[in-house]
């Protein structure tokens, strides 16, 4: 029986020292991999860029998340900023005689694309080429490409060209049926974040506001699109409505394609463009490689700092998303950093905690009084997004970003009925008039209603206040297009929600202009981590758990999951915006 005990003891310590030596392991190759992904690269002569399906467009690099769950993704992921900077330097440079987009789901927000076909058509006054490929296309992908001089198509493929829908799901009945009592309290009949838990169908003021939005998104896309392919605007909407683009004979015969070829034959286009011989390599640097070819070592000077700030706005410290403790951190630090002369904060958010937009509101405004700061929206600044951009100097929109959304409300759940139901009851014992405002059990007492709706309505109150302050407008002309309406940004500027209609590019043209800056370096903010530091901010319990259940049911289902189970994002007054839009 010793034995016996002591050949388990034995393999059980074998096992955990293997297992601890292939851990070991696994993290110095994943250390070795952070390293060497500095390489330098270079562009050979004759080169192709190329934007391929291994292309993923982000925002800020707090977007770009390596973990364990994850390693298998092969997609390179590249700011937008440093994309359109790539285009630019590629129309003067010698050795890129033209561009291939070859991509069938595009990875990219709206506003993100609209950058790249932008820098795309600055590219084609060079008279480099510029051509594109597609299977099975996606419309984002499309929009893409279509900027192309030529767009060629598989002869089995399709293009998924079908407009902009959105579908609003309601859970009110739902919630009856179930038990679950929804105490919701908000300021702006456009508001509608809060909308499926009150009513069984869309709101005449939603309704509006989906369709205004919409249309003004679509109306500047497909015009886009329509003066690529050289189509007139009521010809390019038959085409969309008849959903032609996805039989590969219609697409051709209807011009959203040139030819219908074979992903060879298109390579054999793409050699004897160039002049290729048969026995010459195409050389091909896609996009990720040609901006290590020149952003690869920290460069020295005065510098424009862009500040990223993308995903929802929360209390913490963490780094992924938009943590309030690490915001101030980083906003500090670049107020006290003197070889930054300027900053521009990129805001890519739909809004959050109104306790916490507030407190980086108030650094930003102390960081206003030493250096320049200007704003550049992304695909979305509404609710809390739109209120930390008022410090600043001046605020640029994208045409198609999603603005505004002045309004704020809360929603407090509660499981009275269902408790009812189940047999399930509760007695409250408590020292004074309300300690027991609210239970998950009996909701809020009339009194914390009452409470609740003053909160509510002193945060909206204030954050008109801001919008007052920096748009120099009255509390009344704020009030008109607030109520928690969004719009695009092209109606932005018209209400004078923003100053100028323009990329992240322009925003930092700007703001060296306004510090006196003749020659200057451009800096990210945060820096960006490696695949090594990313792992190790994953290695705890609930971190590990909930990306395994982000990884089962998905992104945006995960979101959903979130705000209905963690306590850190009940009980809060929100400035948030209630949905998102993608050209999918």
């Given amino acids: 029986m010793k034995s016996f005990f002591k050949n388990v003891l034995a393999n059980i310590v074998a096992i955990v020292l293997l297992c601890f030596v292939f851990f070991f392991f696994f993290i110095i190759m994943i250390a070795v991999g952070s390293m060497g992904g500095e390489k330098s690269v270079s562009v050979k002569k004759n080169s192709v860029l190329t934007i391929n399906l291994n292309t993923t467009i982000i925002d800020s690099p707090t977007e770009e998340q390596q973990s364990i769950f994850n390693m298998k993704n092969k997609n390179s992921n590249i700011l937008i900023y440093d994309a359109v900077e790539a285009i630019h330097k590629a129309k003067e440079d010698d050795n890129i005689k033209g561009i291939s987009i070859e991509v069938d789901n595009f990875n990219a927000g709206t506003t993100q694309i609209d950058d790249l076909r932008s820098a795309i058509e600055d590219f084609k006054k060079s008279g480099k080429f510029v051509y594109a490929y597609g299977n099975s296309v996606s419309q984002a992908s499309y929009y893409l490409g279509s900027v192309a001089d030529q767009y060629y198509l598989n002869p089995s493929g399709g293009i998924e060209l079908k407009g902009l829908a959105t579908e609003v799901t309601f859970f009110k009945d739902f919630a009856e049926k179930y038990g679950i009592g929804i105490e919701v309290i908000r300021h702006g009949k456009f508001k509608s974040a809060v909308e499926p838990f009150l009513r069984n169908d869309i709101s005449p003021e939603n309704q509006e506001q989906l369709s205004t939005l919409l249309n003004d998104i679509?109306?500047?896309?497909?015009?886009?699109?329509?003066?690529?392919?050289?189509?007139?605007?009521?010809?390019?909407?038959?085409?969309?409505?008849?959903?032609?683009?996805?039989?590969?004979?219609?697409?051709?015969?209807?011009?959203?394609a040139d030819k219908l070829i074979q992903k060879t034959e298109y390579d054999q286009i793409i050699r004897a463009k160039l002049n290729l011989k048969a026995d010459d390599k195409l050389n091909r640097v896609s996009l990720h490689k040609y901006i290590d070819s020149f952003i690869n070592k920290e460069k020295s000077g005065d510098r424009v700092a862009v500040l990223y700030a993308s995903g929802s706005i929360n209390n913490g410290d963490e780094y992924n998303e938009i943590y309030s403790e690490k915001y101030i951190k980083y906003i500090k630090d670049l107020q006290e950093d003197d070889k930054v002369k300027a900053v521009v904060l990129r805001i890519n958010s739909p809004g959050g905690s109104a306790n916490a937009s507030d407190e980086i509101l108030f650094e930003l405004q102390q960081l206003k009084k030493k250096k320049p700061l200007v704003v550049s929206f992304g695909d979305y600044a509404a609710s809390g997004g739109y209120y930390i951009a008022m410090g600043a100097d001046k605020i640029y929109s994208e045409p198609n970003t999603l603005t505004g959304s002045i309004g704020v409300f809360g929603v407090m759940p509660y499981f009275k009925d269902i408790a009812n139901k189940n047999g399930v009851r509760s007695d409250i014992v408590a020292t004074n008039a309300n300690s027991a405002y609210y239970s998950s059990l009996h909701g809020l007492?009339?009194?914390g209603v009452n409470l609740m709706t003053r909160s509510v309505e002193g945060t909206y109150k204030r954050f008109v206040h801001f919008v007052t302050q920096n748009r120099k407008k009255t509390f009344e002309q704020i009030d008109s297009v607030g109520g928690g309406r969004v719009w695009s940004g092209v109606r932005?500027?018209?209400?004078?929600?923003?100053?100028?209609?323009?990329?992240?590019?322009?925003?930092?043209?700007?703001?060296?202009?306004?510090?006196?800056?003749?020659?200057?370096?451009v800096a990210s903010y945060p820096k960006k981590m490696t695949a090594f530091e990313q792992i190790f901010e994953d290695l705890n319990e609930d971190d590990i758990s909930a990306r395994v259940i982000k990884n089962k049911i998905g992104k945006a289902n995960y979101e959903i999951l979130e705000q209905l189970t963690d306590e850190k994002l009940k009980f809060e007054v929100k400035m948030e915006m209630p949905y998102k839009i993608k050209i999918n």
């Avoid at 500047?220 to 969309?240: P, Y």
């Fill in 445 to 447: 007492t009339p009194y």
């Fill in 218 to 256: 679509w109306g500047n896309t497909s015009s886009k699109m329509a003066a690529s392919r050289k189509m007139k605007a009521e010809e390019f909407k038959t085409v969309v409505d008849s959903l032609y683009g996805m039989i590969p004979d219609l697409s051709l015969k209807y011009k959203l």
């Fill in 492 to 521: 932005a500027k018209e209400i004078g929600l923003v100053d100028e209609l323009g990329t992240l590019n322009d925003a930092v043209k700007f703001a060296a202009q306004k510090a006196n800056l003749k020659s200057y370096n």
